[in-house]
């Protein structure tokens, strides 16, 4: 008999963004507010477009990138910040690393780098989350399966990014409630292989629906 699991209860969320006091006209200044901007920054930069009004679609997925081409007008950095992807760090450290690691290489490329100042700078900026109980809840696979299709899309971005930066094991929320239910292993596979920076929300929830219908699919 099956111990019982408690509900999956679903929180929305909102992102307050917040001045960090940091900015930089130049790629060598953007170095050194890189060595000391909170990791909050950092997460804000990459992340928060996702819960942030957007007039139109970004070229790029980070705000890195599109300062860099920009107000830079440095098309090959652009491209190289928007290809270093946060799912692929185990940390926000390891991301920026990485980030310097771009703009030292980029810097020994071209002198003009080094002097070429903008009038618009870039702002570091950190967000302060929000978080709001759900009315939403869930108490079986099935059930979670169906929500996926009514949740707000900050509670996607809650449970499914935000968690990855606050769990132990940098899983998300719905994967470690599924943990209670055998039968979902292949749903959890399937989870795991979903990137949320290279997608929309929307397209998430979309993500997130085929993963449990190929989980349902396999139990049968």
């Not at 408690?6 to 006209?25: I, N, W």
């Not at 890189?34 to 804000?44: D, F």
Request: aromatic share 12%; net charge negative; glycine share 6%.
């Amino acid at each position: 008999m099956r111990q019982m699991t408690e509900p999956f209860r679903f929180k929305s969320c909102d992102l307050v963004p917040l001045s960090t006091g940091l900015r930089a006209q130049t790629l060598d200044e953007l170095a050194q507010r890189l060595q000391v901007a909170p990791e909050g920054s950092l997460h804000y930069h990459f992340w928060g477009r996702l819960l942030r009004p957007q007039i139109g679609e970004s070229e790029y997925g980070n705000d890195f990138a599109s300062w860099t081409e920009s107000e830079l007008h440095d098309r090959t950095l652009a491209e190289r910040f928007s290809a270093a992807n946060p799912s692929d760090y185990d940390d926000l450290e390891g991301l920026r690393e990485e980030l310097l690691s771009l703009v030292e290489g980029r810097l020994d490329e071209e002198e003009r780098l080094h002097w070429f100042r903008t009038e618009r700078p870039f702002f570091f900026t950190r967000g302060q989350l929000l978080v709001f109980d759900g009315q939403m809840t869930a108490s079986t696979p099935e059930e979670l399966h169906r929500a996926f299709g009514e949740a707000e899309r900050s509670s996607l971005f809650y449970h499914f990014i935000d968690a990855r930066r606050r769990t132990e094991g940098h899983g998300d929320d719905f994967s470690l409630w599924l943990e209670a239910f055998e039968e979902t292993e292949e749903a959890r596979r399937h989870l795991r292989y979903l990137d949320p920076y290279l997608l929309s929300l929307e397209e998430l929830r979309s993500g997130l629906r085929q993963a449990m219908a190929s989980g349902e699919e396999a139990k049968t």
